[in-house]
């Protein structure tokens, strides 16, 4: 049982390939802050390795064969890719899940204010935030304006060097008395998460003339009037690139790694699998963090329905081929765990934590209080992935989310198990999990994505 820290077994090769994907890794998840982003970036590099859309095949009613690479984008927040392999679908297919979509402020419908000559945007945070960690830090605004004839504006402002950044204010130390004294639910509260972004009133408006500006800054920058915030999904995330962490660099910090670090990890993972015995699968979620609910969450058809389309170009015209292949798969449901942090160690019990260094993490089952809400993945199953592992030189650990009834977190991994298949939770540690800014160790994330080439090849 004895474990020993992945960094002290690399040679020169590993290390150079694991400083390469790091760099990659960086990158994907600086450009990458939004679901939309995530899918489009995770696109351009599948295009890249050759992988087609779906709707182009069944446009042209291409027929599907061994060797094929395909994706498909649902609504532009949801991304599955396919490499088909040498069996047939029936037999099932080889499954990396993660999410795209993470913690952030959402800008409200009707958002646009003043308020005693600044103008704010209204927010309304998405997913399980520590509140007073969103203020008085650089913000950047990302996403789309639809008006009302379908043009699509995207907008994308914090981000590059000469942009201004917005954010939210706290108030100063010297007159927190009261403040001071409040709970940490409550010292700022989800009502007041107000993005400032802007001052300066419009010459000649005598009322709201801040806004009066910020109406006109939006006219002639992006084309729109007040009432096109109606249809647009605008989201506030941290600004700044994802950073090498530690005077030594081993470890990553940045935005969103929950669970973008799976995401590109999978997807690096399919990527460099090429075509194996049984199909290959990555498949990118949306809606993770509010419960994987609506057309774009795991919870949806879309999988399930690319799966059919697939099918049907390979000649399967079957429902039930269908529920055979999707029994028949094994999958591995990859979202961040919580790295053990010697600051906060009474969270945890020593024997089920995970820890930087010691590579990608397994978890049998996550849930809550009497593990409520988990996949309990078998130990059948289990048994054949730490084979694989072994048998592959991938560094894994083992872990529990947390002391028993301290907390506790899902995935996706309990949805996809409905189908019949093998689940397993797998991911990379995190610290801060949550926070603007996460922490991941960079051999852990090395080992995830060796773990998910190894699974693709040989599960
Ligand atoms: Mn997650
Ligand atoms: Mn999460």
Redo the contacts with the bound molecule.
Sequence with gaps: MEKKNAWLGYDETELQALKELNEEYKHYISVGKTERRAVAEAVRLAEEAGYVDLETLIASNTAVKTGDKIYAVGMKKTLALFTIGEEPLEKGMNILGA?VD?PRMDVKQVPLYEDHEFAYLDTHYYGGIKKYQWVTIPLALYGVIVKKDGTVIDVEIGDKDEDPILGITDLLIHLSADQMQKKASVVIEGEDLNLMIGSKPLDGEEKDAVKAQMLKFFKEEYGIEEDDFLSAELEVVPAGKARDFGLDRSMVAGYGQ??RV?AFTSLKGLLDAGVCKRTSVCLLTDK??VGSIGATGAQSMFFENTVAEIMNLMGIDSNIAVRRCLKNCRMLSS??GAAFDPNFASVNESKNTAYFGYGVLFMKFTGRGGKSGSNDANAEYLADVRRIMDDNGVRFQTAELGRVDQGG?G?IAYISAKYGMEVLDA?VPVLSMHAPWEICSKSDIYEAKKAYTAFLKEA
Aim: charge should be negative; charged fraction near 40%; aromatic fraction near 0%.
């Design positions: 999410h993470s929950d669970d799976c993770e963090e979202d961040v977190g995935t991911g």
